[in-house]
Nanobody, 122 residues
Framework: QVQLVESGGGLMQAGGSLRLSCAAS????????MGWFRQAPGKEREFVAA????????DYADSVKGRFTISRDNAKNTVYLQMNSLKSEDTAVYYC???????????????WGQGTQVTVSS
């Protein structure tokens, strides 16, 4: 089992940038496909981005494509989400998730962090 802890959330003005980090512990990090999800108040949790185990393939939701970048450092057991050109609609709790092996996907993540709040003021 892998444990995930997110950090880096906060309050930012529209147009600004934030970088989220997710530190993993417990198992071999490079065995896990990693994803970021978010949940806004009153809405269902939605997929944001995912990265494969080696870090050379990524997937993004249309709403963040071109603004957000997911990356990982397997030596540091950490996955990142660089968020640029933030919009008020990006306000949400952001969750890091892990899937053991398998292919890059937007679903079926078994392990989740507790989330970090991102608030974008307009």
């Amino acid at each position: 089992q892998v444990q995930l802890v997110e950090s880096g959330g906060g309050l930012m003005q529209a147009g600004g940038s934030l970088r989220l980090s997710c530190a993993a512990s417990g198992r071999t990090f490079s065995n896990y496909v990693m994803g970021w999800f978010r949940q806004a108040p009153g809405k269902e949790r939605e997929f944001v981005a995912a990265i494969n185990r080696s870090g050379d393939s990524t997937d993004y939701a249309d709403s963040v494509k071109g603004r957000f970048t997911i990356s990982r450092d397997n030596a540091k057991n950490t996955v990142y989400l660089q968020m640029n050109s933030l919009k008020s609609e990006d306000t949400a709790v952001y969750y890091c998730a892990a899937k053991y092996r398998g292919s890059l996907s937007r679903t079926v993540y078994a392990y989740w962090g507790q989330g970090t709040q991102v608030t974008v003021s307009s």
